[in-house]
């Protein structure tokens, strides 16, 4: 692939992703759009019409593991920014993605945040405990 094709691919690719933006059934998981698959699919199908103007026999299947992998090394990108930030380094060391679509993407950053985990290991040990008690 020339690099003039390479850059031609990558502006569509980040046509696709601002036409992604705009569907939030796809991507916003906190939205009951998310959940409703006929809204889901309607959405796909959207997606796939832009997709198809430069990929004429892409399918659905198609678009996404494109935006599955798209989101996958955004992820993981992402993941490198924050452990960075995190670590106390210096502003000049701190890690900047060189992900060609990264910024096009940052619209998805509170999504990939992994959302808090509540223990319930304190009430489990309140409760055999209080068994125990009672079985005495």
Known sequence: MSSRDKEEERKF??????????????????????SNRGKKDLA????????????ENATKEDVKKKFNALRTNFRKELKKVNDSNKSGAGTEELYE???WYYDAMSFLQDQETPAM????????????HAFIVNYK
């Open 13 to 34: 690719l980040l046509q696709c992703i601002a036409v992604y933006r705009e569907l939030p059934a796809l991507w916003k998981v906190k939205t009951d759009d998310y």
């Open 44 to 55: 796909y199908e959207k997606l796939l019409a832009k997709y198809r103007e430069r990929f």
């Open 97 to 99: 993605s060189t992900l």
């Open 117 to 128: 985990s509540r223990s319930t290991l304190g009430d489990q040990n309140v409760s055999k």
